[in-house]
Structure formats: structure tokens, C-alpha cells
């Protein structure tokens, strides 16, 4: 959207974007990744793959990230707009109950812990290990399987049959920085 505006002002033509993640590509699904970098490409976006941010030096304008070689750059820029990364709360991470990740342990499709002696936790959404993006769209896909098999544990037992297919969606929702410098 910043792209488009500026592309609108007289000032478009003398403002570079860049995209640094510390991802491999543009998105984690291929579908979604495909399309969006293709728009990049189009749109003449710089594109730095696997490049976390690690400092932002405020006072000189300059980010640093670390690349996946493990050195270091610093990027100057004018504007930095940056989506912080993204995991587990500390609580989670150091229960039970986590994956060495620190996410809730679940089985993919019924939503309910991999262990026995957790039998009664079920997770979806931003705590659990499924491996979908954190998103509404895939919260609300996996609420009613959590929710049928939860009631079905208390009545029965045993896990229903409702299974969790692995739909997620949130193709606008990057997780990177993106720095404009005004040249």
C-alpha cells in the first residue's frame, strides 16, 4: 500500500523499497509466497531473504541484520516499518506441556495434546504447535474441531472424528521489515 501511494506522489521516483525477512521466501505458503514475489519482483521491491533484524539504531537511521551465514549488515533508511518476530510466551515455553519449540504439543488434526498424561489440554490459534500461521482465518477453521473434540473427550472418552485439515489464510500479513530510504 506505501508502495502504491508513493508511486501517486511526485517524490515516487526518488523512493527505494526494500523487504528483508528472516524467512527464505516471501511467505510461508508457496501459493501466497509465488504470488507475492512476483509482485515485488514487478514492483521493482528489493528482496533480502533470511535476514533477521537484530538492532535499530535510531539516531543514524541504520538497521542491523543478521544474515543466514550469521554475519551482519547495517541498512540505512528513511522509514522503518517492522513486524516484531513472533513465538511462544516464556510461561509455555518452559511448561510441560510445550514442544522443544515451546508451543503447546498437539496432534495436528484432532487439536488435542500428543501426551497421554495431557489427554485433557487441547490447543489452537497462537499457543498451539500446529504448523499453520497464527492467523483469525486459521482460529476459525480449528475452533469447531477443538470444540467437538473437547465435548466428545468429556462425554466419551475418546476424540471425535472431526479432524483439522490444516486451513489457514492470511495472505497480506507479512512477517519481515520493510525500509524506505528516500534517495
Known amino acids: 500500500m506505501a508502495w502504491d501511494r ?6 515516487g521516483d526518488k523512493i527505494k523499497v526494500d523487504f528483508y525477512t528472516g524467512m527464505p521466501t516471501m511467505f510461508s505458503v508457496k501459493k501466497y509466497s509465488d504470488a507475492l514475489n512476483d509482485l515485488r519482483v514487478g514492483r521493482g521491491v528489493g528482496g533480502h531473504f533470511q535476514h533477521n533484524l537484530v538492532s535499530i539504531n535510531t539516531a543514524n537511521r ?23 518476530p513472533m513465538g511462544p510466551l516464556d510461561f509455555l515455553k518452559s511448561s ?7 508451543w503447546v504439543d498437539v496432534d495436528k488434526g484432532t487439536l488435542r ?9 487441547f490447543a489452537l490459534g497462537d499457543c498451539s504447535s500446529l504448523p499453520t500461521s497464527k ?13 467437538e473434540n473437547l465435548f466428545s473427550v468429556m462425554e466419551t472418552g475418546r476424540v471425535s472424528s472431526a479432524i483439522y485439515d ?8 507479512l512477517f519481515g521489515v520493510i525500509g524506505f530510504t528516500c534517495i
Open 6 to 11: 508513493y508511486r501517486r506522489t511526485k517524490r
Open 62 to 84: 541504520k538497521a542491523t541484520f543478521k544474515k543466514a551465514d550469521q554475519s551482519t549488515i547495517d541498512v540505512d533508511f528513511t522509514l522503518l516499518h517492522v513486524t516484531p
Open 96 to 102: 510441560p506441556i510445550a514442544d522443544a519449540a515451546g
Open 113 to 121: 495434546h500428543t501426551n497421554p498424561e495431557f489427554g485433557n489440554i
Open 135 to 147: 492467523t483469525a482465518a486459521a482460529i476459525t477453521s480449528q475452533a469447531p474441531i477443538l470444540t
Open 166 to 173: 490444516g486451513y489457514t489464510s492470511c495472505p497480506v500479513r
